[in-house]
Nanobody
Framework: QVQLVESGGGLVQAGDSLRVSCAAS????????MGWFRQAPGKEREFVAA????????YYADSVKGRFTISRDNAKNTMYLQMNSLKPEDAAVYYC?????????????????WGQGTQVTVSS
């Protein structure tokens, strides 16, 4: 089992950068595909980015491609999401999630474990 805790959210202005982190505890962090999802008020949770076990493969939603970078440090049991050129439409609660694999990385139902979320607010 894996426990996930997000941190690093906050209030920024449009165009600013922010990095959110996901600290994992439990066994074998490196054995899990990790993902970031977000949910804005009144909207469904949506895929943002995912990263393979070793970090050699990354995947992004079209809406964040070129602006966001997902990474992981397996030695520190931590995943990151670097968000640049933030837009008001990026404002949401950001969740990290973990899966041992085998499902579609962009579907939230593929993930077994979830953090509690961290709020990102972007003012225009």
């Amino acid at each position: 089992q894996v426990q996930l805790v997000e941190s690093g959210g906050g209030l920024v202005q449009a165009g600013d950068s922010l990095r959110v982190s996901c600290a994992a505890s439990g066994r074998l962090f490196s054995a899990y595909v990790m993902g970031w999802f977000r949910q804005a008020p009144g909207k469904e949770r949506e895929f943002v980015a995912a990263i393979s076990w070793s970090g050699d493969r990354t995947y992004y939603a079209d809406s964040v491609k070129g602006r966001f970078t997902i990474s992981r440090d397996n030695a520190k049991n931590t995943m990151y999401l670097q968000m640049n050129s933030l837009k008001p439409e990026d404002a949401a609660v950001y969740y990290c999630a973990a899966t041992p694999g085998g499902g579609d990385y962009y579907r939230d139902r593929s993930y077994y474990y979830w953090g509690q979320g961290t709020q990102v607010t972007v003012s225009s």
